[in-house]
């Protein structure tokens, strides 16, 4: 996990749909997940977000040019 991943805490919406849970994290598109149980929701929640955001950091930084500079900001 990125260090920018562990400083933030992220919310996620689970309901019950018939058999199963259904979940999705409100701050980031394309982060959900159907399971079995509520936990299962939760945990495979945490694991794509977790993806996604080091598959965007990636994204951007492949993106950067050389003298383009990395910028810390707080929401």
């Known amino acids: 996990m990125t260090q920018a ?3 933030n805490q992220y919310r996620a919406v ?4 018939g058999d199963w849970w259904i979940g ?5 598109p394309g982060v959900d997940r159907q399971k079995g149980s ?3 929701s939760l945990e ?10 080091e598959f965007n ?3 951007a930084l492949r993106d950067a040019g050389p003298d ?3 910028q810390r900001i707080a929401a």
């Open 5 to 7: 991943a562990m400083q």
């Open 14 to 17: 689970v309901k019950q749909s």
């Open 24 to 28: 999705w994290r409100e701050e980031v």
């Open 38 to 40: 509520r936990e299962e």
């Open 44 to 53: 495979t929640l945490g694991i794509t977000l977790r993806e996604a955001l």
């Open 57 to 59: 950091r990636a994204d």
């Open 68 to 70: 383009d500079i990395e």
